[in-house]
Structures are given as C-alpha cells and as structure tokens.
C-alpha cells in the first residue's frame, strides 16, 4: 500500500471566530476544521454576518439531504446574491443548484440524460482528442504552466464542445469563470470576471436562439427542445441559467482537481510510478483525489425553520455552513484521512455533494481527470512541478485550486509524430463485462473456486500473476478476487472465494449465487500488486491469500528464479488448493497448518532472506501486520510486498442474498411495470427502461438514486437513510434497495 501524508494539524485561535476564509484555515483548511472537529464540532460565528458552521461528515450529510428543513433557494435566505455559498456573492440565479424540489425536479430532469454514465462515455473519444491536442502544443518544450496550458483549457474546450459554442469563442467564455474563483473578491479580476460572466450570459441567449431555429447535434439543441411537464417549452432565461450552470461546473472544478492532483504526484514520486506502473489504479484512486482535493470547499443552506444539528440549536433564517473537505477528512468515516491511499475506497467522500444537489456532472469530471492524468503520466513522465512558480488562490474557504503550476520535464514527441515511430497507445482501464461460470468446485472447507469464461468462447484479456478481478454482485456489493489460474489459460478465469459467515456479506452471496450457468459482471484484470524481478522469492500465504501466490510460484518456475513458499491456515482441510501448489513447487513449499504446526517463525523466515530477495505476502490483515512489524525489524522493508483489499464497504446493510424475491416495479410516470427478478438488481432492470436515470457508486451510499416511493414497501439496503427515513419508506436508493411487499410505486 502507498501512503502519502498532506498538511499537518494546526491549532484554533481560541480569540478569533471560525472564519473559513480566514489566513490561517487559507493555509491549512484540513487541519483548521480538524481543531474545531476536536474541540467543538458545531458552532456559531460572528464571521460573515453570523452562521453555525459543521465539521462533521455526519452533521454535513443531514443538512445537505434535508430540503425541507434546510434550503438552498435565495428567498429563504432573504435579499440579493448566491445563497449556496458564505459570504454570499454576485451573480445571476442558477438553476437548478439554487432552487428546492419540487422546483429543482424539472431541471434536474431536463439536463440528467446528457450526463449519465452511458451518454458522458460516448464523449471519451472527443475528451481524449482534446487532451492529446492541447498536450501537443507544449510537450516539445520542456516546459509548461499546467494551469494555463493543460488543466484550464482542455475541461473549457471539453464543455463548450458539448454545448455547441464555436471554437473561436471557448478561452473567452472559459476565462471568466476562473477568474472569479481565483481572484480576490472585489479586485480588478474580478470585476473582469464579472465583465466575462455578461458576456456569457449574452452569448448563451443567442446561442438559444440559434439552435432552436436550426438544431445542431450537441448539447444545446437538444436543452431548447425539450418541455415541461406541462408541454410547454422552457422559457429562455431558465435555460440561461442552466447552460451558465453546466459551463461553471464542467470548467473550473475539473481544473482545480487535476491541478492539485498533478502537485500531489510530483511531491509523491512513488504514488506517481505506482499509476504509471499501474494505470488501472487510477479509476479507484480518482475518488481518493477527489476526496483529498475537492474543488468545492464548502456550500451553505439556509434553515427555513427553528432545528438542531449535532446538538447545536439553529434558529429559523439563519445561514449554516456545510463544508465538504471537512466531511471528507473526518476520520469516524476515513480512517487516517490525512494520508493520500491509493487503494482506499473513498467512494463515499462529499465532493460531488449529497441529496437533491449531488452534482450532475459527476460522471464527465471523472472522466475529463482522468484522461488528463493518464495523458501526462504516460507522455510526461517525468514532469516536476517547480514549486517556487506555484499560485493557489488567494482563499479556499468556497473553492480551491492553482493559479499557476509551472513545471519542466523532458521534452517528447507529437502524437502524430510517435504515431509514426510506433510508440504504444495510451494504457487506459477497461470497463465491465459480463462473464458466465463455467465450473463451480470445492477448494477447502468454505472455498469455492469458481471458472469464468466469455459466453461465446472468446480468449479473455491476458493477466499477469498478482492480478484480481473486481466483481460486482446481484445486489450491488463489489468485491475483489485474485486469480489463482494459468495466465496462459485464456479460455477462463479462476478465483477461489472463502466464505465468511461474520463477514460483510459479499462471500456469503457469491456463494449463493455462483452456479454453472450463472452471469456475473467483472471489471479487470488489474494488477496493483506485480510480481516483480528479483535474484529469489520468499512467498507467504495465509489461507485464502494462497490465491494470487499461487499464480507467482507457477511464474516463478517458469523463470527458473529461486523461490520458497510458506503457507499456514487454520487446518489443513481449511487449506485451499495445496495439492496443487505441492505439485507445482515440491520440496519449495512448507505447509504449516496451525493446529498441527503452529504459528510461522516470521522473524527467522524473513531474517534469514539476502538483498536481492523479494518478500511478497498475502492473508488475513494480522499476519500482513506482522510480517510488516518484522520486515522493519530486519530492515527488509523495501524488499516486501503486500495485497490488502480495502474493506471500504463497512456500511453495507447486512442481507442474505438467498431471501431476494421476484416483485413488480411500476413507473408512476408512464404506468409502465416492470418485473424485477430475484437474482437481478432494481437498477439493472430500471435503466433499460428509463432514460437518464441518475446513479453514481452503485452502493447505496451517494445518494444520487434516491427516488421517491409512492407506493408500496421498500426494502432498504443502503446505508444512507435514517432510521426514521426508513421507517416512513418515502424514498429508497434503488441502487441496492428491493421491495418487501409484491409491488413498488416509484416517481420514475
């Protein structure tokens, strides 16, 4: 696992108000909100006109989720100016992050087909084209201002393709909003900024205009086309407000990600060679960034009426502060949350928002970062960020991000040109695919190995030893299996799968569910964990960590390396495939079953290893522990190699899969019923049929499916909602919900 630590603590100045805008949280807003976290994590302030500010993820989740007690329209907050956000700023109204539902319904409606997860991934090849672009015009050099050259450019040129603005106009309209997030309010920029948001503003009405007397094929044309509820066509000033609203949110909040994302990696040098090594690590990691480095600080709502958070009283019109990065750093949800992992699974972090505002764009911002950062790791390796040159903004208490990231790296060639050299395509991860079990068999007591092969017989991806699989479950739960096979075998994939009874409910389920015959959804392979070169292998296992090294020990006879095997389990009929590794490694392997041998004498194992050895293990988190506790012992630290797959999932409902039944779902909408299967997901059943559906983690745990229950009795299985919440049964995350009474009505 890499770790890399950020700002360190700081201490409140017990005479100053809480001020997220304030010199000292400007310099360390993790440690600021920690020392108020610490000491007192609700609480009224002065600052600003006076507001009671959270700090915990907890207390931020309810006041963002909570639109009937809190709300985020400017008439609630009484006067002129943005309400979202504290102090309150200038700015035209904007649809639909400023109005409450039902208001905001119609919006959210009108604009969440043109970003879901299936329409952002027909725009992959046009965000990789201006990546590669706009990479172009500066890796000749030797030198580049990220901010100015890369990060600011390319989410412009991105988002404004999309909508349909000519190319000529792109820096003119993107240039403004930067500027209002990076300058000090009321200076000379941003005044320019403000100047730069009426020009907008005048360009998106005639852009209105334009596509709705001839439509083009992009985003505008197809806002101007669509209608209310009622029919009627939405008026132009809404549009306004909506289109200004997508160009905000899909430029400046994707640059200040990437551009803190870039300084991280410079500063990390190994986490930047782990992604280059492994780029398949960035899809998990992109939510670790986001979590550390989310662009949006904070946001704001207004109470509409007398109420109390985390033991705090809040008096009807009072303003109450909600800051993501403090959410995102509260260690009762992110252990440790200070240091950068990544492998975490941080998928519950706040950066996108939560509830009805959860941001729409979402799926596009992951998919704008990630392309750049796969671009510059894989055509600027070796970039430095030249930390004199660097300008943050001049307050992160709302937004954060660079104004400038100078950086030097060797100079490389044009796409065209490497094109011509044979220089390899860009590396980038693979999506789902669904696969069907082959074979099903007793490994071990409680262990299954399970076959995996394509329906029609086609040869899988390769894989190398160290190699998991990410499954994704009927019910929603992800979970990760090393392949324990033949990398060779390109017919089939094997893992084995130890049932845990006590566990999260993930083993409990495949065993349920994993049957010749059977489909599940895989991701991968991916490997954060390679076998690499070495003058001899030391391999140790314990139980069902035998999986990924028992793929290692058949490489490592093919290499002809020196290598020995240590593998202890409970018992041995609880010992998976050790016939099969006795086979393969003979004398090289011990097995020490714990009830006949004891425990491994780690310290003379790893004691007795040279320098050019290669420590790789793999088991229960006490033994990896321990081995770490004795590599550091022996100053072998550098030479081991673990796999940890991060829990992440501790939030998950505890369900037996084997309960599921088969119920009708009908679309409140359309009258359209739907039938849900007993060994299917809601959701997959729902988005065949409903365009735009809104979703993100898949979990139950973002919030960004929660529909309404009009009828019926739903079954939760989220780890978001109330106890009350469930209890009233008026909403449910169709994610991982189901229905515990014959038929669900959903506002769908």
Same mark, same amino acid.
């Given at each position: ?496 799968? /130890?049932?845990? =009874?006590? @566990?999260? *409910?993930?083993?409990?389920? #495949?065993?349920? %569910?994993?049957? &010749? !015959?059977?489909?599940? $959804? ?15 292998? /030391?391999?140790? =296992?314990? @139980?069902? *960590?035998?999986?990924?090294? #028992?793929?290692? %020990?058949?490489? &490592? !006879?093919?290499?002809? $390396? ?187």
């Amino acid at each position: 696992m890499t770790e890399s630590r950020i700002a360190g603590p700081s201490d409140p100045q017990s005479a100053a108000p809480f001020d997220h805008h304030s010199a000292e949280c400007n310099a360390d807003p993790v440690g600021y909100y920690r020392a108020y976290r610490d000491k007192c994590p609700v609480g009224r302030t002065d600052a600003h006109g006076g507001f009671v500010y959270t700090t915990r993820y907890a207390d931020v989740v309810r006041v963002a989720r909570d639109d009937d007690t809190f709300s985020s329209a400017r008439a609630t907050a009484g006067g002129d100016g943005t309400a979202i956000v504290i102090p309150r700023g200038p700015g035209l109204e904007q649809y639909p992050i400023e109005l409450d539902p039902p208001a905001a319904g119609d919006y959210r409606d009108l604009i969440n087909p043109l970003l879901t997860q299936d329409a952002v991934a027909k725009l992959a090849p046009m965000i990789a084209r201006h990546t590669t672009r706009i990479i172009d015009d500066f890796v000749t050099e030797g030198s580049v201002d990220f901010v100015r050259d890369l990060t600011n450019p390319l989410p412009a040129a991105v988002t404004l393709d999309w909508l349909g603005f000519p190319e000529a106009e792109w820096p003119k309209l993107a240039k403004p909003i930067h500027d209002i997030f990076a300058a000090l309010p009321g200076s000379e920029r941003a005044k320019r900024g403000g100047q730069g948001l009426a020009y907008m503003d005048e360009r998106i009405r005639e852009l209105i205009h334009a596509r709705r007397a001839e439509p083009a094929d992009d985003a505008v044309s197809y806002l101007v086309a669509q209608r209310r509820p009622d029919g009627e066509l939405f008026g132009v000033d809404e549009l306004v407000s909506v289109i200004g609203l997508l160009i905000a949110g899909g430029v400046d909040t994707t640059t200040s990600l990437t551009g803190s994302t870039l300084v991280h990696l410079s500063r990390n040098p190994e986490q930047r060679q782990r992604l280059i090594e492994s780029p398949d690590l960035l899809d998990g990691a992109t939510e670790e960034f986001l979590r550390v480095f989310a662009p949006s600080q904070s946001m704001a709502r207004t109470a509409r009426a007398d109420a109390e958070v985390g033991g705090c009283p809040v008096s009807a019109g009072e303003r109450i502060l909600i800051p993501w990065v403090a959410a995102n750093h509260d260690p009762a949800v992110f252990p440790e949350p200070e240091q950068v992992r990544l492998d975490r699974d941080a998928t519950r972090h706040l950066s996108f928002g939560i509830g009805s505002h959860r941001c729409a764009g979402a799926h596009l911002a992951r998919l704008m970062f990630r392309e750049m950062i796969t671009q510059v790791l894989t055509r600027l390796p070796d970039y430095q960020v030249v930390e004199d040159g660097l300008v943050g903004y001049p307050t992160k208490g709302n937004q954060t991000g660079w104004d400038a990231i100078p950086a030097v790296f060797t100079p490389g060639r044009r796409a065209a040109d490497a094109a011509a050299g044979g220089a390899p395509a860009l590396t980038r991860p693979g999506g789902d695919r669904e696969l069907v079990v082959e074979a099903v068999t007793r490994a071990a007591d409680e262990v299954l190995e399970v076959r995996l092969a394509a329906a029609d017989g086609a040869p899988l991806p390769a894989w190398a030893p160290g190699a998991h699989l990410e499954v994704r479950l009927p019910s929603g739960r992800v979970r990760q299996y090393s392949l324990c096979g033949d990398p060779a075998d390109v017919g089939g994939y094997r893992i084995g799968v /130890l049932r845990e =009874a006590a @566990g999260r *409910g993930g083993s409990v389920e #495949l065993h349920t %569910v994993a049957a &010749a !015959g059977a489909t599940l $959804t895989v991701r991968g392979p991916r490997n954060h964990f390679p076998l690499v070169n070495a003058d001899e292998y /030391l391999f140790l =296992a314990g @139980g069902i *960590g035998i999986t990924p090294i #028992l793929a290692m %020990v058949r490489e &490592a !006879g093919r290499r002809g $390396t020196p290598y020995r095997v240590v593998y202890g389990g409970r018992s041995r009929a609880s010992m998976a495939f050790a016939d099969e590794l006795a086979a393969l490694a003979g004398d090289r392997a011990v097995l020490l079953p714990q009830d006949e041998a004891g425990l491994p004498d780690l310290a003379g194992l790893i004691g007795g290893v040279g320098d050019g050895t290669a420590v790789y293990c793999c088991g229960p988190g006490a033994m990896i522990n321990a081995v770490e506790r004795v590599c550091a012992d022996a100053g072998r630290t550098g030479q081991l190699h673990v796999e940890r797959f991060a829990a992440g999932d501790d939030l998950e409902v505890a369900f037996d899969p084997a309960a599921n039944t088969e119920f009708d779902v009908q679309l409140a909408r359309t009258g359209v019923t739907l039938r849900v299967p007993k060994d299917k997901r809601m959701i997959e059943v729902l988005r065949e049929a409903v365009p735009g559906l809104t979703y993100d983690c898949e979990k139950g745990y973002c919030g960004a499916c929660e529909t309404r229950v009009l009828a019926g009795t739903p079954e939760h299985r989220d780890s978001l909602l109330t106890e009350d919440e469930r209890a009233a049964g008026r909403s449910m995350m169709i994610c991982v919900g189901r229905c515990s009474s014959d038929r669900l009505v959903l506002d769908l």
